[in-house]
């Protein structure tokens, strides 16, 4: 069944400002979130990020803290993402229901269950997800009925490939319809074909994966990201991505304070 998604869709909605930005090519930046709070989210929202990831697979956040999160994160025109802790449709079901501007899934081996998390992420006729909260369409600024409408091909739906069986299923998990892009998790991956993490980045092995994933993408036309850890590499990646996550608030408040205690005792 061919239909429109976010990769194609013609569906225009100002709030929705990383689906905004990835398809204008202007490169938008993200980044993790993992401390559940009102306030965390809107301090970041505030620091010119694109799109934040709410982190329910690592980070601490369960539903109440999911749900306050993305409607303090769209309240200040930035795009939430949710990354869940899996692919079951009543959990992904939950964090759609947040209003969310897109979903992570972690993990993701074979097109089997990537076309799963599509089926689950897509109303009727092309998915099976369940219409019956009021909050997806507040999140996007619609009515109900306008958002019935444009949520299938509005929503990004990522995918993470970050284990060997991933990496050798990449072709097919990427021409699963309704696959917006498929996103790097350096670590994972590192630990799935390495042993270990993180990666130092020049390793055959993980240079092939990384190479292999990418040319996956564009044969079948979608989007790539990746998490990186700071600005610099964020701007080198911007030649082989459309969009990367910089790191996340847990790590960024340590670093920070870490370099500036080491000036201080210097």
């Not at 569906?11 to 905004?20: A, F, G, Y």
């Not at 079951?88 to 074979?110: C, E, F, S, W, Y």
């Not at 284990?163 to 994972?188: H, K, M, Q, S, W």
Request: include cysteine.
């Amino acid at each position: 069944m061919s239909y429109p998604t976010a990769l194609t869709t013609s569906i225009e909605n100002s709030r929705l400002r990383l689906l905004n930005k990835i398809k204008a090519g202007e490169f938008p930046l993200m980044t993790f979130m993992a401390i559940p709070s009102i306030r965390q989210a809107q301090i970041v929202a505030l620091t010119g990020v694109d799109g934040i990831i709410i982190d329910c697979e690592h980070g601490h956040i369960g539903d109440d803290a999911m749900h306050n999160s993305v409607a303090a994160i769209s309240a200040l025109g930035v795009s939430p993402v949710i990354r869940i802790r899996g692919p079951a449709h009543d959990i992904l079901k939950r964090a759609l229901d947040t209003g969310a501007h897109g979903i992570m899934v972690p993990q993701i081996n074979n097109a089997e269950e990537a076309a799963q998390i599509v089926a689950s992420s897509k109303f009727p006729p092309q998915g099976v997800r369940g219409q019956g909260s009021a909050f997806p369409a507040i999140g996007h600024g619609l009515t109900t009925p306008e958002y019935m409408k444009s949520a299938n091909e509005t929503i990004i739906t990522m995918i993470q490939i970050e284990t060997r069986a991933g990496v050798e299923n990449v072709e097919a998990i990427c021409a699963v319809p309704g696959v917006d892009l498929v996103f790097i998790g350096p670590n994972d991956l590192a630990q799935s074909l390495l042993g270990y993490t993180p990666a130092r980045g020049d390793e055959p092995e993980f240079v092939a994966a990384i190479d292999k994933i990418i040319a996956a993408a564009r044969k079948a036309g979608k989007w790539a990201g990746r998490m990186v850890n700071n600005g610099t590499a964020a701007k080198e990646a911007r030649e082989r991505y459309d969009t990367v996550a910089i790191t996340g608030d847990t790590k960024a408040i340590q670093n920070w304070y870490m370099a500036e205690f080491d000036i201080a005792r210097s």
